[in-house]
């Protein structure tokens, strides 16, 4: 089985611009989750969707939205960057119960210069 | 508050020794609990899950759960050099439907 797929791996982008990150979960799994990571924080959840509907959300402003579509494919989008938005931007997929494991793609490492 | 608490380390062991790593979390109602080993520039993988109080013994690898001391550790025995890695405890809390992460300890294993 293939695992959760993340592009791009790398990406750098100037303030104010903004991004869209792409997920594609392990067949079979209809939740998918979002974390970021930073070397001060750890890892913080952004959101969950399962389904095509935000379950969870973390304590992350505005500026951090997310889809998922029918296929369970997931996008995150950051507007209107700032610096300390860089991080490795960490997507997981899991079957979606409560009990479930995140299973965790390579990442998006996002440089805001 | 929902906190899942590690000590950050570094911890280093001798190859052959036993890594202990422990983990406090604040939500006495929490039901399922995941350790997870996150190598230098690499995304986690999934180790060990663990659900109900006592041991859980997978290889090397032993998780420990104490719901009325809000308390999980993971022993990691015959500790290897490719052992050395970041290891985070994941815990769920009541009423959410997202993992909790805790900031990981750094375990170094010397040879």
């Known amino acids: 089985k293939a695992g959760v797929t993340q592009t791009p791996r790398y990406l750098i982008k100037t303030r104010g611009q903004q991004v869209t990150l792409s997920c594609s979960p392990i067949s079979g799994h209809r939740s998918v989750s979002w974390y970021q990571q930073t070397p001060g924080q750890g890892l913080q959840f952004l959101f969950e969707y399962f389904s095509e509907t935000q379950r969870n959300k973390g304590n992350f402003p505005g500026r951090f939205s997310g889809r998922q579509f029918s296929n369970s494919r997931s996008e995150m989008n950051v507007s209107t960057l700032e610096l300390g938005d860089s991080a490795l931007y960490l997507c997981?997929?899991?079957?979606?119960?409560?009990?479930?494991?995140?299973?965790f793609g390579n990442g998006t490492r996002l440089t805001v210069t | 508050q929902k906190e899942v608490e590690q000590n950050s380390g570094p911890l280093s062991v001798p190859e052959g020794a036993i890594a202990s790593l422990n983990c406090t979390y604040s939500d006495r109602g929490s039901q399922s609990f995941f350790w997870y080993r996150q190598y230098s520039g690499k995304s986690p993988e999934l180790i060990m899950s663990?659900?109900?109080?006592g041991d859980k013994e997978d290889g090397r690898f032993t998780a420990q759960l104490n719901k009325a001391s809000q308390y999980v550790s993971l022993l990691i025995r015959d500790s290897q050099p490719s052992d050395s890695a970041t290891y985070l405890c994941?815990?769920?809390?009541?009423?959410?439907?997202?993992?909790?992460f805790g900031t990981g300890t750094r375990l170094t294993v010397i040879p």
């Open positions: 997981a997929s899991s079957p979606g119960g409560v009990d479930s494991p995140l299973h």
């Open positions: 663990i659900y109900s109080n």
């Open positions: 994941a815990v769920t809390f009541t009423g959410a439907n997202n993992l909790f």
